[in-house]
Structures are given as structure tokens and as C-alpha cells.
């Protein structure tokens, strides 16, 4: 058997029915106040069957925000609260664990977007530097993301609205929280010093930047009772949405950053490898991510393997996840040569509903020949390229 479809146990006695997990996607279909609906319920419980050890959810805001999806998931209410647990209940029912993925988009979105023009609130960041790139094709002019960005007086009031909302979630039944730290969202944008230009205890130096992360984790630590069940997802080598920094600051930044984590004995360091050059030839837009000229990276360069002595010790309790473009056998070698733990595989669970039995079956994986408009529609129901992929014939 595959050393992928292996069960594993974590430092503290958790069980992993094996060491596959499915990747957070955006989807865009929660149609019904920014809420789950049975669409999603199909969608999640369909992949959990005879699946993954652990399901992360699609990117859930932990406050209201105006992005460039309009119906992606918001967890500020007990009502939001209260259609997740239906989710939560049907994922667990097929045998997997639920991580809540927490999102703040911070600098990256739009306060013209409806969702946050009624709120009042202003576009959050560390500092008043607006992100570069995004179309929002909803908004006249298809204007990037705001230039209207307010830096946080203190970032302890940011820290308590994820609170809330984790909260949230553990009261929906999640069995733990996955911290969005890439893709140019909040909390990157505190470790980075090209959002972040603060002068207090959270910008300027390393461990300053890391701050407002380490804080996070300690509140979602808090609430969930222990680092057991937290995931950290990073994307060191990261470029999307203004992003980008030098090869200095990611080694620097990094470092420090996953010693901390794995001191705190967080359960999932989950490295993202994008925006690394992984040679892919592809048409996917989701493969291809060229670094802007002035940050290069040295020749072959992977994030995983770089940081993966920093979690993979005799005596460390933090799991190594990893993800971008992996292939089986990649992936099985990384495992059997004790340089990873986990895989976390995100598109091909979107076209595979049953991927797991695929690949233990060795049967072939569906391909995505629809278009990369199937990731985020449009669509006309939120059934459609999100719960019509079929099974393998037996
Ligand atoms: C349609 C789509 C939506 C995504 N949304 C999220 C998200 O909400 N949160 C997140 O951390 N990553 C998101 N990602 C990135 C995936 O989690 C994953 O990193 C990516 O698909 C690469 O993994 P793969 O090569 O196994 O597909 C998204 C990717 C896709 C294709």
C-alpha cells in the first residue's frame, strides 16, 4: 500500500486514517447569506467518503469584506454558525476531521464590493500601503483592490474578530482551525515588509512581524483547548496579491516563524510551494505563478525541502503538511524518506469526488476538461461544476 494511504498517529495519540488531506477552495456558491447550503453539504460529505484524513474548508472570512467573490463564506453569526455544523455533522459522519479555515483579507479586497459597502467598516491593513493586481469584474471600471486602506490602531482588536468567529466554529462542531498566512492576505501581510511598515511591536523587525501570526495561533490555541488540532498554512515563496519579497526576508521571516510555531507544538505546519519554480507546463492558471523580475530565487529552490528539518525532528510534535502540484510518486517518496508527513491535495479532489479510492484502486484520475471557469463559475446553480463530476465506474 502506498505510504500515502497509511494511517498515522500524531504525537498526541490522534489518529489519521491516512495521510491525505483536501486542500481549502474557494467555490464561490454559498448563494444564501453568504451561509452553506446543501450544495455544499453533497460536496464536502461526497470527498469525505472512504477519503481524506482531514477536510479543510473553502476560505471562511472571519468578518465581512468585499472581495472578488461574491459568495464566498462568512462566519459572523450564529445563523453562519448553524449551516456549517450541518456540514461539519456530514463530514464527520463519513469519517474525516473538519478544519475551519479562517480568512481576513486584510488590504486584498474592495470597499465598493456590496458585501462591505453597508458595514461601515474600513479596509483593515498593517499600514496605509494599498495591495497591487485583482479585477473586480462586478464593480464599474473593474477597478484592482482599494487604494482606500486603513492601518489597524491595534492589532489586538483584529486578533479579537477572528476570536469571534473561531468561536463560531468550534461551536459549529469543527474540529480545528486552519490559519489562512498566504496569498497576500492579513497575516502575510503583517510578516511582510512590503505591507507592513509599522514601527510598533508588530512591524520592523522579524520578530515583530511575526507577532500578530503567533498571537493568532495562542487565541485559536485558547479556544480550541490546544495546539493539537491548529493548521498553519504559509506560502514562503508566495507572489500573489503583491506579495513578493526577497529571498533575505522569506529565509528570515520563515525561519523564525516555523521554529515558533513548532515550540508552540501546533499540530499542522502546512507549506504551500507556489510560486516556486516547479518546471509545470500546464494551462492552468493555477500552476503558474512567475516571479516579478528583482526577486530571484536560487536555481531549483523548494520551500519544502528547505524548511522541512525545521519541523521534521526526533521529539517534534508539529506534522509536516505540504501542497502545490505534487504528484503521487513525489509525494510517496517525500513521505518514505521521512521528509513530509502529510499531502494536501486541492484540484483533483474537484474533479474526483471518490479520490481516495482512485488512487488506492489505481484507477485514473478525471481530468479537468471544462476550463478554468469551473473554479469559481459563473454558473446557474451552485450544483453545477462543483457536484456534477462522477465517481469512477466500479
Ligand atoms: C479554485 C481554487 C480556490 C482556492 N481557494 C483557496 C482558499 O480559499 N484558501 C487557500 O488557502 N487556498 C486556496 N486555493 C489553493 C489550494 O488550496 C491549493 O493550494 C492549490 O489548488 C494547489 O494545490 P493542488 O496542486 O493540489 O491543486 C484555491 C485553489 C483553487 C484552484
Same mark, same amino acid.
Given at each position: 500500500?502506498?505510504?500515502?494511504?497509511?494511517?498515522?498517529?500524531?504525537?498526541? +495519540?490522534?489518529?489519521?486514517?491516512?495521510?491525505?488531506?483536501?486542500?481549502?477552495?474557494?467555490?464561490?456558491?454559498?448563494?444564501?447569506?453568504?451561509?452553506?447550503?446543501?450544495?455544499?453539504?453533497?460536496?464536502?460529505?461526497?470527498?469525505?467518503?472512504?477519503?481524506?484524513?482531514?477536510?479543510?474548508?473553502?476560505?471562511?472570512?472571519?468578518?465581512?469584506?468585499?472581495?472578488?467573490?461574491?459568495?464566498?463564506?462568512?462566519?459572523?453569526?450564529?445563523?453562519?454558525?448553524?449551516?456549517?455544523?450541518?456540514?461539519?455533522?456530514?463530514?464527520?459522519?463519513?469519517?474525516?476531521?473538519?478544519?475551519?479555515?479562517?480568512?481576513?483579507? +486584510?488590504?486584498?479586497?474592495?470597499?465598493?464590493?456590496?458585501?462591505?459597502?453597508?458595514?461601515?467598516?474600513?479596509?483593515?491593513?498593517?499600514?496605509?500601503?494599498?495591495?497591487?493586481?485583482?479585477?473586480?469584474?462586478?464593480?464599474?471600471?473593474?477597478?484592482?483592490?482599494?487604494?482606500?486602506?486603513?492601518?489597524?490602531?491595534?492589532?489586538?482588536?483584529? $486578533?479579537?474578530?477572528? &476570536?469571534?468567529?473561531?468561536?463560531?466554529?468550534?461551536?459549529?462542531?469543527?474540529? +480545528?482551525? #486552519?490559519?489562512?498566512?498566504?496569498?497576500?492576505?492579513?497575516?502575510?501581510? /503583517?510578516?511582510?515588509?512590503?505591507?507592513?511598515?509599522?514601527? =510598533?511591536?508588530?512591524?520592523?523587525?522579524?520578530?515583530?512581524?511575526?507577532? /500578530?501570526?503567533?498571537?493568532?495561533?495562542?487565541? *485559536?490555541?485558547?479556544?480550541?483547548?490546544?495546539?493539537?488540532? $491548529?493548521?498553519?498554512?504559509?506560502?514562503?515563496?508566495?507572489? @500573489?496579491?503583491?506579495?513578493?519579497?526577497?529571498?533575505?526576508?522569506?529565509? #528570515?521571516?520563515?525561519?523564525? @516563524? $516555523?521554529?515558533?510555531?513548532?515550540?508552540?507544538?501546533?499540530?499542522?505546519?502546512? *507549506?504551500?510551494?507556489?510560486?516556486?519554480?516547479?518546471?509545470?507546463?500546464?494551462?492552468?492558471?493555477?500552476?503558474?505563478?512567475? &516571479?516579478?523580475?528583482?526577486?530571484?530565487?536560487?536555481?531549483?529552490?523548494?520551500?519544502?525541502?528547505? /524548511?522541512?528539518?525545521?519541523?521534521?525532528?526526533?521529539?517534534?510534535?508539529?506534522?509536516?503538511?505540504?501542497?502545490?502540484?505534487?504528484?503521487?510518486?513525489?509525494?510517496?517518496?517525500?513521505?518514505?524518506?521521512?521528509?513530509? =508527513?502529510?499531502?494536501?491535495?486541492?484540484?483533483?479532489?474537484?474533479?474526483?469526488?471518490?479520490?481516495?479510492?482512485?488512487?488506492?484502486?489505481? @484507477?485514473?484520475?478525471?481530468?479537468?476538461?471544462?476550463?478554468?471557469?469551473?473554479?469559481?463559475?459563473?454558473?446557474?446553480?451552485?450544483?453545477?461544476?462543483?457536484?456534477?463530476?462522477?465517481?469512477?465506474?466500479?
Amino acid at each position: 500500500m502506498s505510504a500515502l494511504l497509511q494511517p498515522i498517529t500524531t504525537a498526541t +495519540g490522534l489518529k489519521l486514517r491516512n495521510r491525505i488531506a483536501m486542500a481549502s477552495m474557494t467555490r464561490n456558491r454559498c448563494i444564501d447569506a453568504y451561509k452553506p447550503g446543501p450544495a455544499h453539504v453533497k460536496y464536502y460529505a461526497d470527498r469525505a467518503r472512504d477519503g481524506p484524513s482531514i477536510i479543510v474548508t473553502e476560505g471562511v472570512l472571519v468578518d465581512w469584506a468585499g472581495l472578488p467573490w461574491p459568495y464566498a463564506p462568512v462566519m459572523v453569526t450564529e445563523e453562519h454558525a448553524a449551516a456549517w455544523r450541518v456540514v461539519v455533522d456530514a463530514v464527520h459522519k463519513e469519517g474525516a476531521l473538519m478544519l475551519f479555515q479562517a480568512w481576513h483579507a +486584510g488590504r486584498c479586497q474592495n470597499d465598493e464590493m456590496p458585501t462591505m459597502k453597508g458595514t461601515g467598516r474600513p479596509v483593515f491593513a498593517p499600514s496605509t500601503i494599498p495591495a497591487e493586481g485583482w479585477k473586480y469584474r462586478d464593480l464599474p471600471g473593474m477597478p484592482g483592490h482599494t487604494a482606500n486602506v486603513k492601518a489597524i490602531d491595534d492589532p489586538r482588536d483584529l $486578533i479579537d474578530t477572528y &476570536r469571534r468567529s473561531v468561536s463560531l466554529a468550534k461551536s459549529a462542531g469543527f474540529d +480545528g482551525v #486552519e490559519l489562512l498566512c498566504q496569498g497576500g492576505y492579513l497575516p502575510q501581510q /503583517f510578516l511582510n515588509t512590503r505591507a507592513n511598515t509599522r514601527t =510598533d511591536a508588530y512591524g520592523g523587525t522579524v520578530e515583530n512581524r511575526c507577532r /500578530f501570526t503567533l498571537e493568532l495561533v495562542d487565541a *485559536i490555541c485558547e479556544i480550541f483547548g490546544g495546539p493539537e488540532f $491548529i493548521s498553519v498554512r504559509m506560502s514562503p515563496v508566495d507572489t @500573489l496579491n503583491d506579495s513578493v519579497v526577497t529571498f533575505e526576508e522569506t529565509q #528570515e521571516t520563515y525561519t523564525y @516563524l $516555523i521554529k515558533e510555531l513548532v515550540r508552540r507544538k501546533v499540530g499542522f505546519i502546512n *507549506i504551500c510551494r507556489r510560486g516556486a519554480d516547479l518546471n509545470v507546463k500546464t494551462d492552468d492558471v493555477y500552476s503558474r505563478y512567475p &516571479r516579478p523580475e528583482g526577486y530571484p530565487l536560487p536555481l531549483g529552490y523548494d520551500p519544502v525541502l528547505d /524548511f522541512s528539518p525545521l519541523v521534521k525532528f526526533p521529539g517534534s510534535a508539529s506534522l509536516l503538511m505540504v501542497n502545490q502540484d505534487y504528484g503521487f510518486q513525489e509525494a510517496t517518496e517525500l513521505v518514505e524518506e521521512g521528509k513530509i =508527513d502529510l499531502l494536501m491535495i486541492g484540484r483533483p479532489f474537484m474533479f474526483n469526488p471518490d479520490l481516495i479510492n482512485r488512487i488506492e484502486k489505481r @484507477l485514473p484520475l478525471a481530468i479537468n476538461d471544462r476550463g478554468n471557469q469551473v473554479y469559481y463559475g459563473p454558473y446557474h446553480t451552485p450544483d453545477e461544476n462543483y457536484n456534477d463530476w462522477p465517481v469512477a465506474a466500479a
